[in-house]
């Protein structure tokens, strides 16, 4: 089983350069999450998308764009890379943002260095 | 503002010892706590969720416990192993930002053979 799939898994860009993060998952999950994981913040929620055709900021969401571009897949595009940037991505699904029980799963993540 | 800590932020502990790993948020109006497991260099793996009206939950050697009126939550591990050598996280959904799930830093867990 898939899950949720996350491409590149690495990258290195120069400051300044663009490059989107892809995400697909295959469970049909209705809301999807793009995660920032550095250390000793943890994990912060950049962008959400309680459903398809819609998208909301989350935590820290400068410097970053977002499309949701059908049910399955959920982009993070940086538009001019800087080195505050660096991080470890992760993308996640669940099956509403909504109710109790509902389990989240993320991606193995995308390790991101801008020098 | 929802906030999650856990003690100790790390743990070492020799193999076959029964350990308590703590996670504590500051707003008890949450829908549900979920305890993940991160190996280094890989994403998260959802282990046990707590719905907010439930008190514990139970999968093999993992139990997790929650009380909500205290803000705490905790992740019992029996006869722990090497291989449950990993980073466990807490996460709490809150009623007032449902979208968002706050994390904790995590405890780095080490199981000596």
């Known amino acids: 089983n898939a899950g949720v799939t996350q491409t590149p898994k690495f990258q290195v860009l120069k400051t300044g350069q663009s490059m989107t993060l892809q995400c697909a998952q295959d469970?049909?999950?209705?809301?999807m999450y793009w995660y920032r994981q550095d250390p000793g913040m943890g994990l912060r929620l950049i962008y959400y998308?309680?459903?398809?055709?819609t998208t909301d900021k989350g935590e820290v969401p400068n410097g970053y764009n977002v499309s949701r571009l059908n049910k399955r897949e959920f982009s993070l595009r940086l538009e001019s890379a800087a080195p505050s940037q660096t991080s470890v991505y992760f993308c996640?699904?669940?099956?509403?943002?909504w109710g109790s029980g509902n389990t989240i799963y993320f991606g193995e993540g995308s390790w991101l260095t801008v020098v | 503002k929802q906030e999650v800590t856990q003690i100790p932020a790390a743990l070492s502990v020799p193999e076959g010892e029964n350990l308590v790993l703590n996670c504590s948020f500051t707003?008890?109006?949450?829908?549900?706590l979920q305890w993940f497991r991160q190996d280094p260099g890989k994403g998260l793996t959802s282990l046990l969720l707590?719905?907010?009206?439930?008190r514990e939950q139970t999968s093999g050697r993992l139990n997790a416990s929650l009380d909500k009126s205290s803000g705490r939550s905790t992740l019992y591990i029996a006869a722990s192993q090497p291989g449950d050598s990993a980073t466990y996280l807490c996460?709490?959904?809150?009623?007032?930002?449902?979208?968002?799930?706050?994390f904790g830093k995590g405890t780095k867990l080490t199981v000596n053979p």
């Open positions: 707590i719905q907010s009206s439930q």
């Open positions: 469970m049909n999950h209705n809301s």
């Open positions: 998308s309680a459903s398809e055709g």
């Open positions: 707003d008890s109006a949450i829908y549900n």
């Open positions: 996460a709490v959904r809150s009623q007032g930002g449902s979208e968002k799930l706050v």
């Open positions: 996640a699904s669940s099956s509403t943002i």
